[in-house]
């Protein structure tokens, strides 16, 4: 009888493997709250790669609302949503983000990468169809994915190829799906563009507006703020909370009809643990310091035309974004790392963006800007980056 090849996993050698591309992670142990300033191995650096994009997630008031929901309902939810993990908490946040978002309602999930699998996968099968752009979050490519639909992908932030894709298509159902900003390169999408033509053809539209909440439009609406869209313009919106916002979770916000099937149908949803409600209730205190402290996306506009400015000035390969999201170009993996490093030595924390993240020979450096941060730290920034180019070149 013929004996079985041995066909175990090899992990030692797919690590090693990471490790001579320059493609091996590794975590950093913080030791502080999140700020302009970070504690790490008992040293502080200027923090240059955090979400927190307002400056809340140590703010006093967040951190005695937190502190106080958790006298009153304790630290954990106990059960999912429709057991009994819902509490007032949860149903006063959800009814403040629907009236900030100016939509119908929306609905608490655990992650932004669990609302996106839940919203997808619930409204879309294999008869259906999601179009997507090329430079999409991973939560939004692995939704389509595991929805069983037909993915196809349109050109980065170009409307008129997915119009093309959307005229072709024999989709049951067709769901067109982009970020609002996007993580890895800080540009905006065309959101009329893209609104124009899934009303053409009857598709809906869903935007993952995790890094535009919070900081773009009047009031910190986000993206879709920015450019007058309403619930019938985009139909779906995804915000999460743990960046500007300062506190985790996320929410899908829509229509009645949506939410409802939603809380039917969407398995992320009805499957896990409820967050904790003190975490609902400190994010009910980040909504109110968004009307009560608009100086916060103000002084972030003026440090990102700063940085902006003084990077062209230095010749700095900044790539186009007016959001906090300011990505430099560096090309390939070793001298992303190499840049990284040196800067880290310069007590500069700022990651290295790699493959699989972005594609092969486009890593970047991420620079993210907060409200926490000022000007000087801004000009010690940039003259950081000039020298730590200028000895990896």
Known sequence: MEQPSNRSFNLAEGLADKKRQHLYRKRLEVESPQGAEIQI????????????YLGLANHPELVRSFQAAANTYGVGSGASHLINGHSSAHQNLELELAEFTGRD??????TGYMANLGVISALCGRHD????????????????QLSRAKLKRYRHNDAAHLETLLENSTGQRNLVVTDGVFSMDGDIAPMPELASACAKHQAWLMVDDAHGIGFLGKDGGGTLQQFGQSQQDVPILMGTLGKALGTFGA???????????????AR??????????????????????????????????????SFRKGAEQLGLNLMPSNTP??????????????????????GFLISAIRPPTVPAGTSRLRITLTAGHSQQQINA?????????KTTS
């Open 268 to 305: 992320t949803y009805i499957y896990t643990t409820a967050l904790p409600p003190a975490v609902a209730q400190a994010t009910r205190t980040s909504l109110q310091l968004l009307k009560t402290e608009s100086w916060r996306q103000q002084h972030l506009a003026q440090l990102i035309s």
């Open 381 to 389: 920034l940039l003259e950081a980056l000039q020298q730590a180019c």
């Open 41 to 52: 191995d008992g040293r502080s650096y200027h923090n240059f790669c955090s979400n927190d």
């Open 105 to 110: 309602r929306a609905l608490l999930f655990s």
């Open 251 to 265: 929410f899908i916000a829509g229509s009645e009809e949506l939410i409802e099937t939603l809380i039917q149908n």
């Open 129 to 144: 169809v999601v179009f997507e752009d090329r430079l999409n979050h991973a939560s939004l490519i692995d939704a389509a």
């Open 325 to 346: 999201i300011q990505p430099l170009y560096i090309g390939e993996a070793s001298a992303a790392m190499k840049i990284s490093e040196q800067l880290r030595q310069q």
